[in-house]
């Protein structure tokens, strides 16, 4: 069997805010929360196979500019849906602004950024 992604983990200012509408958005479910080893606190929020760990040190920093300059950083996370419309409207309900939509073989996509500044894809494929 190839290697499969398992999780994700990146620094977020409130994991609750971010597990709140990942679950709203994405339909995903909290499979952890607790002190992480560093310190500081982390949920686990996705499905049984796949997730996110969404972590806060308690004394996070500031922004980066932008990611996409930056060696090390991550550039966007994505996420595949069967319903592209759906996912978006309740994207804009979580008062998200998307943006770059393209529909291209194999499928459609679109872009937000979540109020820490983290890019996502939101592909459906056809």
């Keep these: 069997m190839p290697a499969q992604l398992e999780h994700a983990n990146f620094t977020v200012s409130d994991p609750a805010a971010t597990a709140d509408w990942m679950r709203?958005?994405?339909?995903?479910?909290?499979?952890?929360?607790?002190?992480?080893?560093?310190?500081?606190?982390?949920?686990?929020?996705g499905t049984e196979a796949h997730y996110v760990a969404l972590y806060n040190p308690g004394n996070a920093g500031t922004l980066m500019n932008t990611s996409y300059e930056t060696i090390g950083a991550l550039n966007h996370i994505a996420v595949v849906v069967d319903d592209l419309d759906a996912t978006e409207k309740a994207v804009l309900a979580q008062g998200f602004t998307t943006g770059n939509h393209a529909d291209y073989e194999p499928g459609r996509r679109f872009y937000f950024h979540d109020a820490d500044g983290i890019e996502y894809e939101v592909v459906q494929y056809d």
């Design 24 to 45: 709203e958005v994405f339909g995903w479910h909290l499979r952890w929360e607790g002190d992480a080893m560093a310190g500081g606190h982390t949920k686990h929020v």
